[in-house]
């Protein structure tokens, strides 16, 4: 069974700080990955994707794989109150039509 | 921007009696997905479909599921004979490309079973 792992948190930041959340899947052929954001009673928001190893940045956000250690980040840079949210990583399928989901890490930024 | 809409957004039923959870996908989108979260619990996939057929199940999605696109614009989840355990959140999902690309999740139908 295929398992996506997190840390449940809380994560807590002051405002201003980097947020590294992080995440570890077990099936070794995973090719593509994702990070949702979801605030409380809400749906799951995509934030990104990463396919290859190493960094990918998009404005604040920075996903980052290692598919040899099975592992995904998520940095937050100028964490602000509004990115208080659970962060779930997702891992697709090969035949890229299903997402396996993390339990989330809750993240807290403090003003 | 165009998204998403499930209805309802609650939805309470008693043990037994079967329920139909609608979504109406963004109209130029292809591939459908049904996912449930159960509160404090992960998102768990259900099932995809596309070309009028399912193309992946989970062992949630067993024979007491189904899912049906009626018509052009809506998508539906039903469950033939809902248990205790079936309470959860139903979201439903689109995207216009499959490789879970750009999913757009709805806001949810909140199910509670009795």
């Known amino acids: 069974q295929k398992e996506v792992e997190q840390n449940s948190g809380p994560l807590s930041v002051p405002e201003g700080a980097i947020a590294s959340l992080n995440c570890t899947y077990s099936d070794r052929v995973s090719q593509s990955f994702f990070w949702y954001r979801q605030y409380s009673g809400k749906s799951p928001e995509l934030i990104m994707s990463i396919y290859s190893n190493g960094d990918k940045e998009d404005g604040r956000f920075t996903a980052q794989l290692n598919k040899a250690s099975q592992y995904v980040s998520l940095l937050i840079r100028d964490s602000q109150p509004s990115d208080s949210a659970t962060y779930l990583c997702?891992?697709?399928?090969?035949?890229?039509?299903?997402?396996?989901f993390g339990g989330g890490t809750r993240l807290m930024v403090k003003p | 921007e165009p998204e998403v809409t499930q209805t309802p957004s609650h939805q309470v039923t008693q043990m037994g009696q079967e329920v139909i959870l609608r979504c109406v996908p963004i109209s130029n989108h292809l591939y459908f997905y049904w996912y449930r979260q159960i509160l404090g619990q992960k998102v768990e996939f259900l099932v995809s479909?596309?070309?009028?057929?399912?193309?992946?199940k989970s062992e949630i999605f067993d024979d007491q599921f189904s899912v049906e696109r009626p018509d052009g614009s809506n998508f539906t989840l039903k469950i033939r004979s809902t248990k205790l355990e079936d309470s959860a959140m139903y979201f439903c999902?689109?995207?216009?490309?499959?490789?879970?690309?750009?999913?757009?999740f709805g806001s949810g139908t909140q199910l509670s079973v009795l």
């Open positions: 997702a891992v697709s399928n090969n035949a890229g039509n299903m997402l396996t």
């Open positions: 479909f596309y070309n009028n057929e399912i193309s992946e």
């Open positions: 999902a689109s995207s216009v490309l499959g490789s879970n690309e750009k999913l757009f």
